[in-house]
């Protein structure tokens, strides 16, 4: 292929989350809420310092997002944030914590973890 393919392929390659089988299997009841958290935190900063550069430089030659996710039956930050929305209303539902809407925390965890990664990569 072109130049331009070989690099969408190269950026476009693991850009699946790893911590979504971790996610699907719902919060712990033997471990601490809050080391949880600080893990699944972790995990997902990680997984965007890794994948949040090559998003911006595929969105920058022209790539819609579509295209970036075109292979996935749900795109991964979708998928991300379904599952997450899950595990906080499991974690609401085994009294782990009072999480009275699910979908506006895994927003703010998420949303709270990309920010710092934007700015961090944008601002320095």
Same mark, same amino acid.
Not at 20 to 43: K, W
Not at 53 to 58: C, H, S, T
Not at 86 to 107: C, N, R, V
Not at 108 to 121: A, E
């Given at each position: 292929?072109?130049? *331009?393919? %070989? *690099?969408?392929?190269?950026?476009?390659?693991?850009?699946?989350?790893?911590? &979504?089988?971790?996610?699907?299997?719902?919060?712990?009841?033997?471990?601490?809420?809050?080391?949880? &958290?600080?893990?699944?935190?972790?995990?997902?900063?990680?997984? %965007?310092?890794?994948?949040?550069?090559?998003?911006?430089? %595929?969105?920058?030659?022209?790539?819609?997002?579509?295209?970036?996710?075109?292979?996935?039956?749900?795109?991964?930050?979708?998928?991300?944030?379904?599952? &997450?929305?899950?595990?906080?209303?499991?974690?609401?539902?085994?009294? &782990?914590?009072?999480?009275?809407?699910?979908?506006?925390?895994?927003?703010?965890? *998420?949303?709270?973890?990309?920010?710092?990664? *934007?700015?961090?990569?944008?601002?320095?």
């Amino acid at each position: 292929g072109t130049k *331009m393919e %070989l *690099m969408r392929r190269a950026l476009v390659s693991d850009l699946s989350p790893d911590f &979504l089988s971790d996610l699907a299997r719902g919060p712990n009841t033997e471990v601490d809420l809050r080391e949880q &958290l600080t893990e699944l935190g972790i995990r997902i900063s990680a997984f %965007l310092e890794r994948v949040a550069p090559r998003v911006a430089v %595929l969105k920058a030659g022209g790539v819609c997002l579509q295209e970036i996710f075109a292979e996935h039956e749900v795109p991964p930050p979708v998928l991300a944030h379904r599952l &997450l929305t899950q595990w906080f209303a499991k974690a609401d539902a085994l009294g &782990l914590a009072t999480i009275p809407e699910p979908a506006s925390a895994a927003h703010m965890l *998420m949303g709270g973890l990309q920010s710092r990664i *934007m700015q961090h990569h944008f601002f320095g």
